[in-house]
């Protein structure tokens, strides 16, 4: 199976204030791609340089005064935009890269096919709403532009893409996302998050609106969910929502902050789910139209361990058809009530 990977190191020009402890910051991409030398995962990869995206796409999914706040922001020498997002003199022409490189890796699958292509480039983007903060959330999470919503718009309006589902298995719901879909049954949007913590936002019943109910899939799980709990939710709801619905290109925002002791969430998940996961997705791709894959959340171990176990799996995929687990009995809970959603809307499962 073919790797691209889109890296600049420009993203480093997107950095917190000096002195600053935050979690959000250059030193992540140093870990991921070290991981990925040391893993043989980076030798395997086809290493794309990105183009920034024209604000043109970015304005199809962000409100035109939140995308100038930021511009203007970066303009002025930076500052936090909120308690946790900052913004350095750079971030906007960083951000835009970072949206490029996800548009670039819609085009590239249509040439392609059943490839995996990676966008390695911060800042993360699925907690940003249409007009900056979602769904009523304090902050931004380190977020500022969608980029994995301005790709699916692009795929959807102009590549003409439809449907498209986007699966998002941060530990943080991804509620930017949810609130520019909202209302728009083209796309397809799966979140499994924890329970209870930022933003929190993706209930069960949060399953879009008007046309588009049933669209928008939420699986909230218990703290400390671990490999068994998250394999179980793909097999149970991902894997038959994908081979039912047939999308014509599948999305990843792909956290890695539900790794045990990443340090953001209290998960207990491991490279055992990231390669299921990713080998699942490949045996999907072969179906359909590759997969795009986005990086989202993920600090430390989960970069370390989490990222090369996933890229293995894609190019490598390790798929026990006998796989048997032991999910807890919250988890259980939380997919029967996913479940009667999806057949009451979507007549699956």
């Not at 020009?13 to 995962?41: D, F, Q, V, W, Y």
């Not at 670039?104 to 940003?128: D, I, M, N």
Request: hydrophobic share 40%; net charge negative; with cysteine.
């Amino acid at each position: 199976m073919q790797l691209f990977i889109a890296y600049s190191d420009d993203h480093k020009k997107h950095r917190p204030p000096i002195a600053s402890t935050h979690p959000e910051n250059p030193l992540r991409l140093e870990i991921a791609i070290e991981a990925l030398r040391n893993s043989g995962m980076w030798d395997k990869a086809d290493v794309i340089v990105p183009e920034r995206a024209d604000l043109d796409n970015v304005l199809a999914v962000h409100d035109s005064d939140y995308v100038e706040l930021v511009r203007e922001m970066s303009k002025r020498g930076g500052g936090y935009i909120d308690l946790d997002t900052y913004v350095s003199p750079h971030t906007f022409d960083v951000a835009l890269l970072a949206c490029g490189a996800a548009i670039q890796g819609v085009r590239l699958l249509l040439e392609k096919g059943s490839a995996l292509f990676l966008s390695l480039l911060r800042p993360p983007g699925h907690h940003a709403g249409r007009y900056g903060r979602a769904l009523g959330a304090p902050t931004l999470g380190f977020c500022i532009f969608n980029n994995i919503a301005i790709a699916a718009k692009y795929a959807e309006e102009v590549m003409k893409l439809r449907p498209i589902v986007i699966i998002d298995i941060d530990v943080h719901h991804g509620n930017g996302t949810q609130e520019i879909f909202w209302n728009d049954a083209n796309v397809i949007h799966v979140d499994i998050h924890e329970h209870g913590i930022y933003p929190g936002t993706g209930d069960v019943e949060d399953i879009g609106g008007n046309e588009a109910r049933g669209t928008k899939v939420n699986i909230p799980l218990p703290h400390y969910s671990g490999d068994d709990d998250y394999i179980y939710v793909w097999k149970e709801v991902v894997e038959p929502l994908v081979f039912t619905i047939k999308p014509r290109m599948i999305m990843l925002s792909l956290g890695l902050d539900a790794y045990l002791d990443d340090g953001l969430a209290s998960m207990s998940v491991t490279s055992k789910f990231f390669t299921f996961a990713a080998s699942s997705l490949a045996l999907m791709a072969k179906r359909f139209l590759g997969t795009l894959t986005v990086l989202e959340g993920g600090y430390t171990v989960g970069l370390r361990e989490g990222l090369p176990a996933f890229v293995r799996g894609y190019i490598q995929p390790q798929i026990d058809t006998e796989y048997r687990v032991e999910p807890h009995r919250g988890v259980r809970i939380v997919v029967n009530r996913v479940k009667k959603v999806l057949r009451e809307f979507l007549g699956v499962l």
